[in-house]
């Protein structure tokens, strides 16, 4: 069975900084690309980030490029989300994805998702 567990989110003021971490098990992390979406109340599920199965490539909402980072360490079965200079209109309950087709996770059809960890940005 196929986990993503989410954490690191939180309560921070704008301007600060926040790491998010996600935890797979119950697959073969580096054969899955990894994302992280989000979703504001009352707005869709929106993409931020991807990374592909080795890291080699990430991909980035315009909203976000500069500020946040995706990476992933395939010995520990993590991917993060460093987010940098955070605004208020970040807060968004952050979701991790992982599908072993990148193109499904680019375009916010991925096979996996995780529970979700709320990020909450004060001005």
């Known amino acids: 069975q196929v986990q993503l567990v989410e954490s690191g989110g939180g309560l921070v003021q704008a301007g600060d900084s926040l790491r998010l971490s996600c935890a797979a098990s119950?697959?073969?992390?580096?054969?899955?690309?990894m994302g992280w979406f989000r979703q504001a109340p009352g707005k869709e599920r929106e993409f931020v980030a991807a990374i592909t199965q080795r890291g080699l490539s990430t991909y980035y909402a315009d909203p976000v490029k500069g500020r946040f980072t995706i990476s992933r360490d395939n010995a520990k079965n993590l991917v993060y989300l460093q987010m940098n200079s955070v605004k208020p209109e970040d807060t968004a309950v952050y979701y991790c994805a992982a599908d072993s087709t990148f193109s499904r996770l680019r375009v916010g059809v991925p096979a996996y998702w995780g529970q979700g960890t709320q990020v909450a940005v004060s001005s």
């Open positions: 119950g697959l073969t992390f580096s054969s899955y690309g």
